[in-house]
């Protein structure tokens, strides 16, 4: 429930610190439920990697360039943007709510002995994931120069 408030708090706020403290409240809550896993080192990870470093990383840059209410685009509609995506978006949820009611009962050890174990969570990084790792290493590499050289042509024109 404290991951799904945070991630509507990540929407529905409309300065970008507000909107990343919202996310940093939705990664510590992911981070929850993988420690009512088990999943120890994943929970460990989720906290260090991402709660932590990524975090700090995209604070950094939301400070770095000093947004101001006046920099922040018009939102004359906002109000109706959202509820519009709530009326689109009610139905889907309602009808996946339905999906889950229906599924039969099972146990609820749906996960292995060694789930989230460093050895188990390595052999998939590394042989089944490894070039969308890489990838999205990158797109965090691309998204912290553009914001340096954004901050740059700004503080250029002040």
Do not use: C
């Amino acid at each position: 429930m404290l991951a799904v408030l945070g991630a509507v708090g990540l929407i529905l706020f409309r300065h970008p610190m507000n909107g990343a403290m919202s996310f940093v409240v939705t990664l510590i809550s992911l981070a929850g439920l993988y420690a009512l896993l088990s999943a120890k080192l994943i929970f460990a990870l989720q906290l260090i990697v991402y709660a932590g470093a990524i975090m700090s990383m995209i604070v950094f840059i939301i400070m770095f360039l000093n947004i101001q209410d006046e920099d922040l685009p018009k939102e004359e509609n906002r109000l109706l943007y959202t509820l519009g995506g709530g009326v689109v978006v009610l139905p889907i949820g309602l009808f996946l709510a339905k999906i889950v009611r229906s599924l039969p009962e099972h146990s609820t050890s749906i996960v292995g002995n060694n789930f989230g174990g460093a050895k188990e969570v390595g052999q998939l990084l590394f042989r089944e994931w490894l070039v969308p790792f890489e990838i999205i290493s990158l797109l965090l590499l691309v998204s912290l120069i553009g914001a340096v050289i954004l901050a740059g042509k700004r503080g250029i024109k002040r």
